[in-house]
């Protein structure tokens, strides 16, 4: 069974940084793209970042380019988010998601999600 | 870029077929094979439901079905029932090598 939990949510002033982590299982971490999604608080969903099996090309949404950085580290099963320069509209829930066509194309499996307040 | 567009919400009787239509452009649904669907029930993580237009995953219902005419993308659950009270996103790459969701439906099963 495919499992992703994610970690590292939190309360952080804007401007601040923070660090999200998500502890895949039950497949082959290193054979799939991965990615994130956020919904803010009663609103939609919204793609954050895909990066590729090896790493080395990763894709961001225009609203955290430049301040987010998606990695991976395939020998411990598990996905990275950095947030840097947060803003209040970075408030969201965090999903980790494994793709499943391709890496920006949909995703098949979902953690539940780590939240991330962005306040003074 | 915008989000695709979705009506708010739809409602139906049980058995009832609904369809909830998601609206694009050229550069995002009617240029892409990659038109996908998600089910959230509320406190949940989203469930993929139709992936590439109109395939459905392993475990879905053959009660949902999907299909796309230009830049129109809809998803039609027939016979249906309690259960699939939800909201629902439709999701679509695009042109320039992005990811992009619809602002969702609210479906009532009534």
């Known amino acids: 069974e495919v499992q992703l939990l994610e970690s590292g949510g939190g309360l952080v002033q804007p401007g601040g940084s923070l660090r999200l982590s998500c502890a895949a299982s039950?497949?082959?971490?290193?054979?799939?793209?991965m990615g994130w999604v956020r919904q803010a608080p009663g609103k939609g969903l919204q793609w954050v970042s895909s990066?590729?099996?090896?790493?080395?090309?990763?894709y961001y949404a225009d609203s955290v380019k430049g301040r987010f950085s998606i990695s991976r580290d395939n020998s411990k099963n598990t996905l990275y988010l950095q947030m840097n320069s947060l803003r209040a509209e970075d408030t969201a829930l965090y999903y980790c998601?494994?793709?499943?066509?391709?890496?920006?194309?949909?995703?098949?499996?979902w953690g539940q999600g780590a939240l991330v307040t962005v306040s003074s | 870029q915008s989000a695709l567009t979705q009506p708010a919400s739809v409602s139906g009787s049980p058995g009832q077929s609904i369809t909830i239509s998601c609206t694009g452009t050229?550069?995002?649904?009617?240029?892409?094979?990659?038109v996908s669907w998600y089910q959230q029930h509320a406190g949940k993580a989203p469930k993929l439901m139709i992936s590439?237009?109109?395939n459905r995953p392993s475990g879905v219902s053959n009660r949902f079905s999907g299909s796309k005419s230009d830049n129109t993308a809809s998803l039609t659950i027939s016979g249906l029932q309690a259960e699939d009270e939800a909201d629902y996103y439709c999701?679509?790459?695009?042109?320039?090598?992005?990811?992009?969701f619809g602002g969702g439906t609210k479906l009532t099963v009534l």
């Open positions: 998601a494994k793709s499943f066509r391709g890496v920006i194309i949909n995703f098949d499996s």
């Open positions: 039950g497949f082959t971490f290193s054979s799939n793209p």
């Open positions: 990066i590729v099996q090896s790493g080395d090309r990763t």
């Open positions: 050229s550069s995002d649904v009617g240029g892409s094979k990659f």
């Open positions: 590439d237009v109109s």
């Open positions: 999701s679509s790459n695009t042109s320039s090598g992005t990811l992009i």
